[in-house]
């Protein structure tokens, strides 16, 4: 049974008496303290920037050649926050109890509301680091709404508010480095974690230009990785994320907690054939003014201009009257596969459904519709060459985010002590599915606000302690490792490109652990992962050597790793014997064909220790719903 | 489409480079520019040969790793698009396709296509920044913005930081870029205080690493975020004035 370190008393008080009662590093004496932060994303770039400021010493690691291109950068749609500014009902208890809603009643309230409380203070950091947000022309901060939500909270800056708060928090960093509280590793990847006598001592690197394999000690790690959306190999994630820090540092003990949690988010432009790499998004805020829509008819071929409004079929507005087209993501996103399993997908391989701005267009005008979504119509147009101004989008959904990670206490602190998650690499605070605009929230919460407090709790009582240097055994047997694993890809000399392999192993998990899942599925997926595992061990094919940049050599690395984290995603998701929120189990569903949980026998979460190979062990964390009453979710 | 690329090769920095020829059979229009080169890789990799390494990360046009000289034009033919997010559509069957390296010594290459752009994050260290420690903001909404003003700002700050400007320049200038940060930032009444010292800083430390600004005007048309060259001029004037302004009276009207 895993205790998650709740503070007592009311939940509203919890965050302020936690911070009353941990103890401080005082200022003179932050300096004595290493702190290394893996990943300069939202969470990874606040949480140096911040500790820099707070007078610690702070390592900060990127694969990048610069901070700024972290894959935050790429969050189109905006951040919540509990401002109310809108006048319009918020309030932060609406926007923990909504996140808890969303998250179908498998987070942890107590994180949660925390959550709630900081958002607040975001948006005023952000602000004076200068983000220009969206403003009305009196000067004030604008807001809109964003899928899922009945009021107004989410802050904006046009379609690159990912982009915008990454920068900020990047320039925020650059400033500490300019200062030398801060030292930028850039080109660095993180590829192992050191453990000593139980706590986390430092990290070893590869150098990726270079190929050096080097050993960095700190009295504290913290990761902040982001999620493994790319273990489905085709995903809205950026070429290069990947789950290798989390999945090293769930090896070396850390718990990994509901990896079946993943999202798929429902407006993406389907795929146009089968060298795809990616697939883009396209912000959901789109839906606020969009009309979603399949043909009535199955196989009806017809331009969707001479389909006539008697003929369509604006499924979403028909099945939840009270939502709409804005329903929260897991349920847009089933709706869009139902229809497209009916044969209603529209489009040249029928693998999509339609996202209309005609109504808009005309309530609206052009001028309105092109200030609030111009760069998306713009960016859909250069990947389709279709205009949205003349025809609807085609929109389909693609895996998003992960709601699963590794298990963090209330301090973020993984089962390693030492060794933090921050963001979309931990587990925390969005349950089963997460709400849009609330992955930029989340963190930058966990970087400005939660972790430079609760890291001097665990630093305080270890003033005067050096750090475990670098020649220790320690150091010397990890890097070993390293080196090993990294000669070992070189040396197998098959003949499958890495590329080959992390298609083979999406193909497995969309099929059987994605939008919907089955026993039977998932069972077979394991025994698929596992050949296809000792397929990669015999038959890989890395061209190159280890002392250069060789982009294979990386990518041969975080294949692995997901292949070993892909066969655990669907352990944990035959395991739980239930649907809630993106885990939707066909064997669990109301007549409605909703997701239906089991409160009595799986309101917990799922934590997953590596057993060298052998079946994970399962570890619980029971969750406790004192202010949210969980209920069947209903939007309609 | 069958296409021919000629591609800069080169094994690593400093060492001699040179152009491969790579013929590219089934190549279909639909795919992007960066698919295009993944497939051409992947038949490399089958032929024993070692792939081409490019940058690429997001392929949405924001994370600004892409960056290529095709046929001469930094991201190539279409206008306002990053390389990830050109498709082969803006080319023809047949056609010959020349994939080069941003061009620039500021930008040392690492290897192939790949350079190393971390003179942009010294001009950022140098004063890109508002100074505003976490923890110390006041509440958001007290110091209203002109949506006029901070849409400016947005435009400048839409920069992705890929290098197109640099590489199309004949100088190899970084101006619109360092403009581009500095509009961001100077026209926000959040910024005020740190004016003249942000520009100053910046467009010296600018100086260090790359070439002057001859107002060729190359680099606006490459950027694919449509950077305004107007930037510049805000930066030129503003470090002027930072030269002649009594900065103790910076609190003043």
């Keep these: 049974m895993l205790d998650a370190r709740i503070p007592s008393g009311p939940i509203n008080e919890h965050w302020d008496n936690h911070r009353d009662s941990i103890s401080l590093v005082s200022p003179a004496n932050k300096r004595r303290f290493t702190i290394i932060v893996v990943g300069t994303g939202l969470a990874g770039a606040s949480a140096a920037a911040t500790l820099g400021e707070l007078g610690y010493r702070v390592k900060a690691y990127t694969f990048h050649d610069s901070a700024r291109r972290a894959h935050s950068i790429a969050a189109q749609g905006g951040i919540n926050a509990a401002k109310n500014y809108p006048n319009d009902g918020d309030s932060i208890h609406r926007l923990f109890y909504d996140t808890v809603k969303g998250g179908d009643y498998r987070s942890r309230e107590s994180n949660v509301y925390r959550l709630a409380q900081l958002s607040v203070e975001i948006i005023d950091q952000c602000t004076a680091q200068g983000v220009p947000f969206a403003r009305e022309y009196g000067g004030l901060l604008a807001n809109r709404s964003f899928g899922g939500a009945q009021v107004s909270r989410t802050f904006y800056a046009r379609g690159q508010t990912g982009q915008q708060l990454l920068l900020g928090a990047y320039q925020a960093m650059m400033r500490q480095v300019d200062r030398g509280t801060v030292e930028l590793h850039t080109q660095t990847e993180m590829l192992d974690v050191v453990v000593k006598d139980g706590r986390a001592v430092g990290i070893v690197t590869r150098d990726l230009v270079s190929g050096e394999i080097a050993s960095h000690p700190g009295h504290a790690v913290l990761l902040a990785t982001g999620g493994y959306s790319n273990v489905f190999y085709l995903s809205t994630n950026a070429m290069k994320s990947n789950v290798t820090a989390v999945w090293r540092a769930h090896r070396q003990g850390a718990l990994f907690a509901n990896p079946c949690y993943t999202q798929i988010h429902p407006t993406c432009i389907p795929a146009s054939d089968e060298f795809q790499s990616k697939l883009t998004l396209m912000s959901e805020s789109l839906r606020n003014d969009g009309r979603i829509w399949v043909p009535d008819r199955a196989g009806d071929t017809r331009l969707p201009g001479d389909i006539g409004e008697s003929d369509r079929d604006y499924y979403l507005e028909r099945r939840y009257p009270a939502f709409g087209n804005l329903v929260p993501r897991d349920v847009a996103s089933r709706a869009a596969k139902v229809e497209v399993d009916r044969g209603k997908g529209v489009g040249p391989l029928a693998n999509g459904v339609y996202l209309d701005f005609e109504e808009a267009l005309r309530r609206l005008g052009q001028d309105t519709v092109r200030e609030r979504y111009g760069n998306l119509f713009d960016m859909y147009h250069r990947i389709t060459g279709e205009s949205p101004y003349e025809t609807p989008m085609r929109i389909y959904p693609a895996m998003h985010y992960t709601m699963g990670g590794l298990w963090v206490d209330y301090n973020l602190m993984t089962t390693i002590p030492g060794l933090y998650a921050l963001g979309e690499a931990n587990f925390s605070d969005h349950g089963a599915n997460r709400l849009g605009a609330s992955a930029l929230m989340q963190g930058l919460a966990d970087g400005y606000f939660v972790v430079p407090y609760t890291v001097g709790d665990y630093l305080a009582p270890q003033l005067g302690e050096g750090l475990v240097p670098s020649n220790d055994a320690a150091f010397v047997e990890t890097e070993r490792q390293v080196a090993t694993r990294t000669e070992r890809y070189l040396s197998i000399g098959g003949s499958r490109s890495v590329d080959w392999f992390h298609r083979e192993l999406g193909k497995v998990l969309w099929e059987y652990c994605g939008m919907e899942r089955t026993a039977d599925g998932l069972r077979r997926a394991i025994s698929d992962i596992d050949s296809l595992k000792e397929d990669f061990d015999r038959d890989l094919r890395v061209l190159g050597t280890s002392s250069t940049l060789n982009q294979s050599l990386e990518k041969a690395g975080r294949v692995d790793d997901f292949l070993q984290l892909a066969r655990l995603m669907c352990v944990d998701a035959l395991h739980r014997e239930e649907s809630c929120g993106g885990h939707f189990r066909v064997e669990h569903q109301t007549d409605d064909g909703e997701a239906r949980r089991d409160d009595a026998n799986f309101s917990y979460v799922a934590a997953w220790g590596w057993a060298n190979g052998h079946e994970p062990i399962l570890h619980q964390e029971p969750l406790t719903f004192d202010h949210v009453k969980p209920a069947q979710r209903s939007y309609r | ?253």
């Excluded at chain 2, 920095?13 to 152009?19: A, D, Y």
Aim: net charge negative; aromatic share 6%; glycine share 10%.
């Design chain 2, 1 to 253: 489409m069958h296409l021919t690329l000629r591609v800069w090769r080169q094994d690593g920095p400093g060492v001699e480079g040179r152009f491969e020829t790579y013929e590219a059979a089934g190549i279909h229009q639909d795919m992007s520019f960066l698919e295009m080169l993944d497939l051409v890789n992947e038949r490399l990799v089958t032929a024993g040969h070692e792939p081409i390494a490019f940058d690429h990360d997001c392929r949405e046009g924001i994370c600004g790793s892409c960056g290529l000289m095709i046929d001469g034009r930094a991201h190539g033919p279409q206008g306002s698009t990053a390389t990830c997010q050109l498709h082969m559509r803006e080319f023809s069957d047949g056609d010959t396709i020349v994939i080069e390296p941003w061009r620039a010594t500021s930008f040392p290459i690492v290897r192939d296509l790949v350079v190393d752009r971390g003179a942009f994050d010294r001009i950022i260290e140098a004063g890109g920044y508002i100074g505003a420690p976490t923890g110390s903001a006041p509440e958001a909404n007290l110091t209203p913005v002109p949506k006029e003003t901070s849409d400016a700002a947005m435009d400048a700050a839409a920069c992705i930081g890929c290098g197109a400007c640099v590489a199309a320049c004949p100088n190899g200038a970084g101006q619109l870029f360092t403009a581009a940060k500095v509009a961001h930032l100077n026209l926000l009444p959040q910024g005020q205080p740190e004016r003249w010292m942000r520009v100053e800083r910046m467009v010296e430390t600018m100086e260090e690493y790359f070439g002057s600004c001859s107002n060729h005007g190359e680099c606006e048309p490459a950027c694919p975020k449509g950077i305004s060259l107007d930037n510049i001029a805000l930066m030129n004037r503003d470090y002027l004035l930072s030269k002649i302004r009594n900065r103790k009276l910076g609190g003043q009207r």
